[in-house]
């Protein structure tokens, strides 16, 4: 019997050790860090909450009829629910040309804003050639001038070449962009002068530095400018309206207004198309949400 309770007795776990006083006065200090931590994400979620608002209205609203849009106060449930909406809104409006002339202008302008940005800023970060740091002060003091500005000399060149109410002249007035350069610049100060100097050494020209080593290693850079570009020239409601006067050119934001008439406006196909056209912006950001964050995070720190 004694050998029995002395098997039961080994066992059992050991007592855990008393507690000391630095650990006591420890956990008081876990638990409000704990809690300043449950407070900061609920604070988020509410910042958050607010920011998606809007978004959250819009949604709702393309599915509701047009005298329900603006009701006071806001329905947040509608009592009646038009998914028709997203069925007719490409009857009542050549809704796929317009998304295809947006999805072509988009993607065209950024493929050349990737293409000269990154190029003009690898010779102001890599190259040496006297006045270098003024031309970029310069280039990028245009950055401060505000487009109204110059959209009206901008339109007399456009119209003298015969341009206007072409793709093609949105394509050239936003082939460059002088915050494409900065952004690419100050990426391109990030990769150390050691790697360019060695393949100068082994014969490489710069048009091969840049391509073969510099832009192979700038995918972060790279995919923040596409996608800033991407947007801006999605959302661009001001330059097709100016230069494009052809309904088969208009863009999405354009093609919105036909909902628009001279005494009343159709709201919630207003609505219902808005939510249509943020679908590839929220597509595209979705893929390159990695290589975004990773690019805005290590732009302008100098290693």
């Known amino acids: 019997m004694n050998t029995t309770v002395l098997r039961k ?27 300043g931590r449950v407070a900061l994400y609920v604070a988020l979620t509410g910042v958050a909450l607010l920011i998606l608002l809007p978004f959250i209205w819009m949604l709702i609203s393309s599915v509701k009829a047009d005298r329900d849009v603006f009701t006071v106060p806001i329905e947040w449930v509608p009592k009646e629910y038009h998914w028709d909406n997203f069925s007719r809104i490409w009857t009542d409006i050549p809704l796929a040309a317009y998304l295809g002339n947006s999805l072509f202008l988009s993607v065209v302008i950024t493929f050349l804003q990737v293409l000269t940005g990154s190029f003009a800023a690898y010779g102001f970060a890599k190259m ?19 487009w109204q500005a110059y959209m009206i000399p901008q339109y007399i060149i456009m119209q003298k070449l015969g341009l206007v109410n072409t793709h093609l002249s949105l394509i050239l007035l936003q082939a460059f962009g002088a915050f494409g350069v900065f952004l690419m610049r100050q990426f391109y100060l990030t990769i150390p ?30 995919a923040s400018l596409a996608l800033l570009t991407f947007v801006n020239t999605w959302n661009d409601y001001m330059g097709p309206f100016i230069y494009l006067t052809d309904n088969s050119l208009w863009t999405v934001q354009l093609g919105l207004r036909s909902f628009i008439g001279q005494y009343d406006a159709q709201y919630a196909m207003i609505m219902t198309g808005s939510v249509l056209s943020i679908l590839p912006i929220l597509l595209v950001f979705l893929l390159g949400q990695r290589y975004f964050v990773r690019g805005i995070a290590t732009t302008g720190v100098k290693g």
Request: charge should be positive; hydrophobic fraction near 40%.
């Open 9 to 35: 007795d080994s066992t059992r776990s050991p007592a855990p050790p008393p507690m000391t006083a630095g650990e006591e006065r420890r956990r008081p200090g876990r638990a409000l860090r704990t809690a």
């Open 128 to 146: 040496r050639f006297p006045g270098r740091d003024l031309l970029f002060a310069g280039y990028i003091a245009t950055i401060a001038v505000p």
């Open 193 to 222: 002068d050691e790697i360019s100097e060695a393949a100068r050494l082994d014969g490489l020209s710069e048009y091969g530095i840049w391509a073969r080593i510099i832009l192979p290693l700038s995918k972060p850079a790279l």
